[in-house]
């Protein structure tokens, strides 16, 4: 059975550009989760989509948004990105049974804002 | 809110022995699961190993097992007969249990290297 996957693998992008990140989860599972891995801040929170609605965000400005589709799948968009966006991005995806199942990792999306 | 602490930032161990990476964690949940991920080079978040909380018996998975102390707020990883695969990153984490509960708490990490 098929992992969760992410594309792109890298991104080179510029300040003040916008960028799109993309996940597909485990197949049976309806829930997606977006974390930001920069180095030194650890593993961060920052949405949690399922069924197709975004269900909560963590404490992240709002230009990072994202939206889930009727497959599941799920895209993290990120506008006017900045030099601290620089990071790995991963995506999860469960059951959506809360905090009673397993979150299952992507490879993640290394992005880096010159 | 609840935060996860590992303590140890770096540590080494010789191919075949055995090693402990330790964990804490402090919440005021009464039921909750705990998590180790291993992020090897290849930067994929793997599960290791998975414990509920009000499950009493220490969860086990192959060479992996936990040490879980409910009352001390401790959940230490062991791994033993170390191999060179096990080389990676080990995360700790958390989630209360429960509809609505959703954001994995993530401890620092723990890297481990294991030597030849």
């Known amino acids: 059975e098929a992992g969760v996957t992410q594309s792109p693998t890298h991104l080179i992008k510029t300040r003040g550009q916008q960028v799109t990140l993309r996940c597909s989860p485990i197949?049976?599972?309806?829930?997606v989760y977006w974390y930001q891995q920069a180095l030194g801040l650890g593993l961060q929170f920052l949405l949690w989509y399922d069924e197709g609605e975004e269900r909560n965000r963590g404490n992240f400005p709002p230009r990072f948004s994202g939206r889930q589709f009727p497959n599941y799948s799920s895209e993290l968009n990120v506008n006017a990105l900045e030099l601290e966006d620089s990071a790995l991005y991963l995506c999860a995806s469960s059951l959506g049974q809360g905090g009673t199942d397993t979150q299952y990792f992507g490879p993640g999306t290394r992005l880096t804002v010159l | 809110a609840q935060t996860v602490t590992q303590s140890q930032p770096e540590m080494s161990v010789q191919e075949a022995e055995t090693v402990t990476l330790s964990c804490t964690y402090d919440t005021s949940e009464s039921n909750y699961y705990l998590f180790w991920y291993k992020q090897p080079p290849s930067r994929q978040m793997i599960l290791v190993i998975r414990?509920?909380?009000?499950?009493?018996q220490n969860a086990t998975e192959n060479r992996f097992s936990v040490n879980f102390q409910k009352a001390a707020k401790s959940f230490s990883l062991k791994i033993s007969d170390s191999q060179l695969g096990d080389t990676a990153m080990y995360f700790c984490a958390f989630i209360p249990s429960g509809a609505g509960s959703y954001q994995l708490t993530f401890g620092k990490g723990t890297k481990l290297s294991v030597i030849p």
């Open positions: 197949s049976g599972h309806t829930s």
């Open positions: 414990q509920e909380a009000y499950k009493q």
